[in-house]
């Protein structure tokens, strides 16, 4: 009885306090609000990008059609045509014309004018604007609690397929064979695919940003081994590398990535690296860690990491190994369930960070939270607001463009979802808070009164 009085008591709290966030929430203005505080100039950025059109026809700039796909993006909007019809509000047309300047615009482009631009537009041009927004975004002090070891910017590389096809779809699709049996025969199939590597930046615990993007392509189609993860990563890690001189990186990456190539390219650029160890990756490595820790030679610390777990380093196994690349590993494990039905839970890495007693706890919690990053990333994209999966356009161009508007997009709304009195509050889910921002930019008349307030708002806090 008692129970059940608290419990009609905190429900009717969370109601109140659910109208009042409510309240407090403005949508579209908030949206505009933080793009004009981290990024003022991004519609100065995105008309800068060179123009692929006969600049004699144009009736929209570069800046009204990236805006409207971020915000199909951040509104979770799935499909070209929908867009179409949902953005087609006198409100909406009025938002972007009153906050990015466009004064000539009075209509809403259209979904086939905006893929016509991607189609043409090349893919650097996004890559830039982005590059420039994470910049604006690493400048601000903001973000450097969470740091790794108080020093390192932590990067996370991870690949994922995007597109599949039963046909060829581009000249540049990645191929696979599959074997099927039909009528009791076997039959090889070609398939067409097309992958995506990214690099993750932690700019905070709640905002994890995309800080690069490598597609996973062939060059032409008569190449006689398809491009791969390795291969992108490469080429990408030599773009972080110029990109952004002199940053303290500390490099995360899975089992696949524990290579010596990308060691070898940390050591160049002074980066750090923490990679998971697998034995069937670094068999050397692993039989000389198991050596040295049957003969007594490591450090264990009880009662560490989240679960109160069980840690254990080496640093230097490349010595005994006979590798060159810097191999200092560390292993955590604890365990779960009743003492009957005991379930082992074990995670080990590879790193070029000296490990000692005192930092093993952060670099336990820095390699397992890779993985968590990698999941909820990837997934949050596939199947959350975004659907990148979603195919906007058959052309391969226009795909890469979409996905990198997606990627820009995605920054605005982690800062925004960090920045919402709905999600800090109640808790409300990325889903209905991306719902409620639609409803609000088809509603919303922002007005004079709104746009002096952004301009006079200073500080803004997030998390
Ligand atoms: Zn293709």
Redesign the pocket.
Known sequence: MQKKKMKKKADWLTKAKKRKAKKKDRGIVDVIMLMRHFFKELPQWLDEMTDPRNLSYIIYTQSDLVLMGILKNMCAVKSMRSMEETFNEQQCIDTLRLLFGDQSLMEMPHADTLNYYLERLSPACLANVRKKMVKSLIRKKSFYRSKLLGKYWRIIIDGTGL?Y?RE??????LVTTITREEDGKEVKLKR?Y?KVLEAKLVLAPGIIISLDTEFI?NENEDVSKNDCELNAAKRLLERLSRDYPRRPICLQGDALYAAEPVMKICRGHGWKYILTQKASRQKVLSESYDWIAEGGGAETVEGIGKEGGSGEYINHVEKTAGKEEEANMYRYWYETGEANKKEAHEFQWITNIELSKKNLDEMIEAGRGRWKIENEGFNNQKNGIYDIEHLNSRD?NAMKNHYLITQIADIIMQIYLSFSTLRKEIGQSIKNTSSRLLESFRSHTVTDEDVSYITRYTTVYLE
């Open positions: 597109f096809f060829k779809h581009c000249k540049n699709c067409y097309h392509e391969s």
